[in-house]
């Protein structure tokens, strides 16, 4: 099965999050954190990225950045693989240390930038083992927690070389004061009351931008396309693009191979028979279908109020499939038949 391709060019942005394989610790000790911001460091430079906004969780991080030349991948390749280097030797152990390829999602920074950057900035307040804590413990972790970018956006210590912090507090005002406190006021409003999720508008889980920004990500794929026919290498390699499908298409797989009408697929309910079909339809449709197909899309046209259900079976998948082989060899059937249209058998057993 083909991997869905990565969209790279200068000046674009990207929300980007790995976790560690089978959601283990990537971060034991200080000194592991400490560890890869010194190889982030060296990569920013080596690479000319700009890291905006970031945390480093126990099992997982997220940054969100702007690559100023079509280098992601290879700017990511160095991070991970220097980090997961020097790990395995330290602790000494061998094999993968971060599950799979890391997620990159193309932001339009004009209309989300903000967002993401609270997002992020929210992640050590939203465990599990923290969402019981007040109001006051909420904003004394947000602004004490040490691996986290928003102590260094708010003036509260130094920013570490590789972070830009101007280009986000720029529109919350006009002189640095107000910048930062209104600022503030931005990210502990996700403290207050639950926001949406910003990424279940993300379209095909690959762009997160208005539907002009999406057209323009849509016409460099088609500019990818016509490159690759040419087998011009260099530019090829700098602009990608990511794989659409109808909905409908996913429907059609899905059915014959659980030998199911859609409307068993569509009906939003807990029938033993439609639950495991219904689940990979979600699964399925958020990773193939582009267009302007986002999860809330999705969910609305399979009976949901917006796309959070969607989100909740797609990590369910996830998680299944890490031990499900055979939900697992399911799944790889239907993918083939995604990308080549060949006939699908039942995949009952």
């Given at each position: 099965?083909?991997?869905?391709?990565?969209?790279?060019?200068?000046?674009?942005?990207?929300?980007?999050?790995?976790?560690?394989?089978?959601?283990?610790?990537?971060?034991?000790?200080?000194?592991?954190?400490?560890?890869?911001?010194?190889?982030?460091?060296?990569?920013?430079?080596?690479?000319?990225?700009?890291?905006?906004?970031?945390?480093?969780?126990?099992?997982?991080?997220?940054?969100?950045?702007?690559?100023?030349?079509?280098?992601?991948?290879?700017?990511?390749?160095?991070?991970?693989?220097?980090?997961?280097?020097?790990?395995?030797?330290?602790?000494?152990?061998?094999?993968?240390?971060?599950?799979?390829?890391?997620?990159?999602?193309?932001?339009?920074?004009?209309?989300?930038?903000?967002?993401?950057?609270?997002?992020?900035?929210?992640?050590?307040?939203?465990?599990?083992?923290?969402?019981?804590?007040?109001?006051?413990?909420?904003?004394?972790l947000l602004k004490n927690y040490k691996w986290s970018s928003?102590?260094?956006?708010?003036?509260?210590?130094?920013?570490?070389?590789?972070?830009?912090?101007?280009?986000?507090?720029?529109?919350?005002?006009?002189?640095?004061?107000?910048?930062?406190?209104?600022?503030?006021?931005?990210?502990?409003?996700?403290?207050?009351r639950d926001l949406d999720n910003p990424f279940e508008k993300?379209?095909?889980?690959?762009?997160?931008?208005?539907?002009?920004?999406?057209?323009?990500?849509?016409?460099?794929?088609?500019?990818?396309?016509?490159?690759?026919?040419?087998?011009?290498?260099?530019?090829?390699?700098?602009?990608?693009?990511?794989?659409?499908?109808?909905?409908?298409?996913?429907?059609?797989?899905?059915?014959?191979?659980?030998?199911?009408?859609?409307?068993?697929?569509?009906?939003?309910?807990?029938?033993?028979?439609?639950?495991?079909?219904?689940?990979?339809?979600?699964?399925?449709?958020?990773?193939?279908?582009?267009?302007?197909?986002?999860?809330?899309?999705?969910?609305?046209?399979?009976?949901?109020?917006?796309?959070?259900?969607?989100?909740?079976?797609?990590?369910?998948?996830?998680?299944?499939?890490?031990?499900?082989?055979?939900?697992?060899?399911?799944?790889?059937?239907?993918?083939?038949?995604?990308?080549?249209?060949?006939?699908?058998?039942?995949?009952?057993?």
């Amino acid at each position: 099965m083909p991997r869905p391709l990565r969209i790279e060019a200068a000046g674009m942005w990207y929300h980007i999050m790995n976790r560690g394989v089978l959601r283990k610790e990537i971060f034991v000790c200080d000194e592991d954190y400490q560890r890869f911001l010194e190889n982030l460091t060296d990569n920013c430079k080596k690479f000319n990225v700009e890291i905006h906004s970031y945390v480093l969780m126990p099992n997982h991080f997220h940054f969100f950045l702007k690559t100023n030349e079509a280098n992601l991948s290879r700017f990511m390749h160095g991070q991970l693989t220097s980090y997961t280097t020097w790990f395995n030797l330290k602790y000494e152990r061998v094999g993968h240390l971060f599950q799979g390829r890391y997620k990159s999602i193309v932001i339009d920074n004009n209309n989300y930038g903000t967002e993401i950057s609270r997002y992020i900035h929210l992640n050590p307040v939203r465990t599990k083992e923290n969402l019981e804590l007040n109001l006051r413990e909420k904003r004394k972790l947000l602004k004490n927690y040490k691996w986290s970018s928003f102590s260094a956006m708010v003036g509260l210590k130094p920013a570490l070389p590789f972070l830009v912090i101007h280009d986000t507090l720029e529109s919350f005002g006009d002189n640095y004061k107000d910048q930062i406190k209104n600022y503030i006021d931005f990210v502990e409003e996700g403290i207050k009351r639950d926001l949406d999720n910003p990424f279940e508008k993300a379209v095909a889980q690959l762009v997160l931008g208005s539907e002009t920004f999406v057209r323009e990500i849509q016409s460099m794929n088609k500019i990818g396309n016509k490159i690759d026919k040419k087998n011009n290498k260099k530019s090829r390699d700098e602009i990608r693009g990511f794989i659409s499908l109808p909905i409908e298409k996913i429907f059609e797989v899905v059915c014959k191979g659980f030998d199911v009408d859609i409307q068993s697929i569509l009906k939003n309910g807990k029938g033993s028979r439609n639950v495991e079909p219904r689940q990979i339809t979600f699964y399925l449709a958020a990773k193939y279908c582009a267009g302007l197909m986002t999860l809330n899309k999705i969910g609305r046209l399979m009976g949901c109020k917006s796309g959070s259900s969607v989100s909740m079976a797609i990590k369910r998948i996830n998680k299944l499939i890490e031990n499900d082989t055979n939900l697992k060899s399911k799944l790889k059937r239907l993918e083939d038949e995604l990308n080549t249209g060949s006939g699908t058998h039942s995949i009952h057993s």
